[in-house]
């Protein structure tokens, strides 16, 4: 491990001081808070940034809840700001997104529900087709837990598999797509050819995409973890993952850490404390070349762009627990219960020594 000297900046400074990103990704363990700190990266992004889009791509759609306002699958501007833009995309492809006559909705949804994990692929490629013909300037995704997030990622490869699928049909079957695409009454301009051009025209947008997912100019990966074993495997996951896909990634959020900066009396808390330490050491330990960033656990939620952008200050400046432990007549009474509480266990260890010493 680094000398502490030699440790990056705990912050997230460096993403907004890289002005060449385009894509910056938010992925993790569900539950650990992935929209709330792409919510705030984006907000912080939109500070340094002529415009920005912040894109949920999860099923669960948190995005709304977290600023407090109802966002669709068409860019919508967020409440307080000229240049931050939020939407909801889902990743499946619905017969309304497929544009064409009525047949060829039907005949483009049964081909590509027939090949796993291509619905997601092209409507994915739809979305970014999309996205590509705005002018932002950096697009912030907030991605579905682990899983999802990581098929997401295969989806060029994806692609090509369907579209080597879709070749092969059609050079074993000859003409008898054509011949059902007639039959059907669907002109040759929605058939087969069709259908092969619009997923080779995906194909290309993904191939693009892809070239700038890998490099580290344009494109990042932020891992949102809690101080847990199984968010720490999880996120050991992720960026084996993401090295394979050569998606860069060098920046880690420890969310919900709990410090000591007040009295704490409770023996679970301290528990907790304890537990935390050991994991939040041993990502110091794997990720010792890493902007690690750690967030206190609040007693609330953190929901609303006033909430954000309150919160936000810990992501550019490492969270430092509180010094203040209240007035002088405050102290000199827990230094009194202090005392009396020493007092105590000094009696019940004199009490023990005098029952060993019967024995």
């Not at 810990?314 to 209240?326: A, D, E, N, W």
Request: include cysteine.
């Amino acid at each position: 491990m680094a000398d502490n000297h030699e440790l990056p900046e705990a912050t997230v400074q460096n993403i907004l001081d890289q002005d060449t990103l385009k894509w910056v990704f938010v992925g993790g363990k569900g539950g650990v808070g992935k929209t709330t700190c792409s919510s705030i990266l984006s907000i912080l992004l939109a500070r340094v940034r002529s415009s920005v889009l912040i894109i949920s791509t999860d099923p669960a759609h948190n995005l709304s809840d977290a600023f407090q306002q109802r966002f669709t699958k068409t860019p919508t501007l967020v409440n307080g700001f000229n240049n931050l833009y939020a939407m909801e995309v889902d990743p499946t492809v619905e017969n309304e997104d497929v544009n064409g006559p009525e047949g060829m909705d039907g005949l483009f949804s049964d081909l590509a529900n027939a090949i796993p994990g291509i619905d997601e692929a092209m409507s994915f490629a739809e979305m970014l087709k999309l996205v590509q013909t705005m002018d932002y300037s950096c697009i912030v995704f907030d991605t579905a837990p682990t899983g999802h997030t990581l098929r997401l990622l295969q989806f060029p490869s994806t692609l090509e598999k369907g579209l080597t699928k879709m070749m092969s049909l059609k050079n074993k079957f000859g003409g008898l797509l054509s011949q059902m695409t007639r039959i059907f009454g669907i002109d040759d301009e929605f058939g087969e050819d069709a259908i092969l051009g619009r997923l080779e025209g995906m194909k290309d947008v993904i191939e693009q995409v892809n070239k700038q997912f890998k490099d580290p100019d344009l494109t990042t990966f932020v891992c949102v973890c809690i101080p847990e074993f199984l968010s720490l495997y999880e996120t050991e996951r992720l960026v084996q993952e993401l090295t394979k896909f050569e998606i860069d990634t060098h920046n880690i959020i420890i969310n919900q850490v709990i410090f000591d900066d007040e009295d704490v009396e409770s023996k679970l808390l301290k528990a907790r404390m304890r537990m935390q330490q050991k994991y939040i050491d041993q990502f110091y330990m794997l990720y010792d070349d890493f902007n690690i960033t750690k967030l206190p656990l609040l007693p609330q939620e953190v929901t609303g762009v006033e909430a954000l952008k309150a919160f936000s200050r810990h992501f550019l400046s490492p969270y430092q627990p509180s010094c203040k432990r209240g007035t002088v007549e405050e102290l000199e009474q827990r230094i009194s219960m202090l005392k009396q509480q020493l007092s105590e266990a000094e009696a019940e260890l004199e009490k023990l020594r005098k029952g060993d010493n019967k024995a």
